[in-house]
């Protein structure tokens, strides 16, 4: 079995900073690609930032300059800081992994629980 568990989300005010962490467990080979989700009420789940293994990044237009995404490998954890948070920043945040089982040929996506982050004055 493949766990992410996710903390770090909260209440901030704007222009406040958060960071997320997300830390994969159990039968684990290789973690390929990581990333951040986040879904607002009422909107659909939409693309904040990916990593790869060997540290490229990319990030949706709205984040770039604010959020950084990063990973630590040995530990099998991604982070999302995030700093210059705005109310339009609220949804609940998702960590994805493509995970590679001991095993396997292929690796297969998981995801976390998420985690609320709400940006208000």
């Known amino acids: 079995q493949v766990q992410l568990v996710e903390s770090g989300g909260g209440l901030v005010q704007p222009g406040g900073s958060l960071r997320l962490s997300c830390q994969a467990s159990g039968s684990i080979f290789r973690i390929d690609l990581m990333g951040w989700y986040r879904q607002a009420p009422g909107k659909q789940r939409e693309l904040v930032a990916t990593i790869t293994r060997i540290g490229n990044t990319n990030y949706v237009d709205s984040v770039k300059g604010r959020f950084t995404i990063s990973r630590d490998n040995a530990k099998n954890t991604v982070y999302l800081q995030m700093d210059s948070l705005k109310p339009e920043d609220t949804a609940v945040y998702y960590c994805?992994?493509?995970?590679?089982?001991?095993?396997?040929?292929?690796?297969?996506?998981?995801w976390g629980q998420g985690t609320q982050v709400t940006v208000s004055s």
């Open positions: 994805n992994a493509d995970i590679l089982k001991p095993g396997s040929y292929y690796s297969y996506p998981y």
